[in-house]
């Protein structure tokens, strides 16, 4: 029998972030709860199943915007989903880089 690791690439960090998913053009609020240069999990009303393609908008809590013009959803259950990051402008990612990376520095953790 094959083991298949589950080891994340990127840390994740806690944090609490206010924005909107956008699925097919329709938005709706959430809050992101954990959050990595790859993907985040995020409390939403209404979640997108599994496999959906999604954009975010969420506010760092510095009061900095960052837009993720493409993610995968990866799971989904009643008030939660989890989004992988497929793509996402430099800027964008350089933003997300240095809250993150500040975050870490701080020892939020």
Not at 41 to 56: D, I, N, S
Not at 82 to 93: A, E, F, K, T, Y
């Amino acid at each position: 029998m094959r083991v298949v690791s589950t080891r994340r690439m990127y840390r994740r960090i806690e944090t609490r972030c206010g924005g909107v998913l956008i699925i097919h053009g329709v938005a709706q609020r959430m809050v992101v709860r954990d959050l990595s240069l790859n993907g985040l999990k995020m409390e939403v009303p209404f979640p997108p199943p599994r496999g959906t393609l999604v954009a975010v908008q969420l506010w760092l809590p510095v009061g900095e915007l960052v837009e993720i013009d493409q993610a995968l959803v990866r799971w989904s259950d009643d008030r939660q989903c989890g989004v992988q990051i497929v793509s996402l402008s430099n800027g964008m990612d350089q933003r997300l880089a240095r809250y993150i990376e500040s975050h870490l520095a701080r020892g939020d953790e």
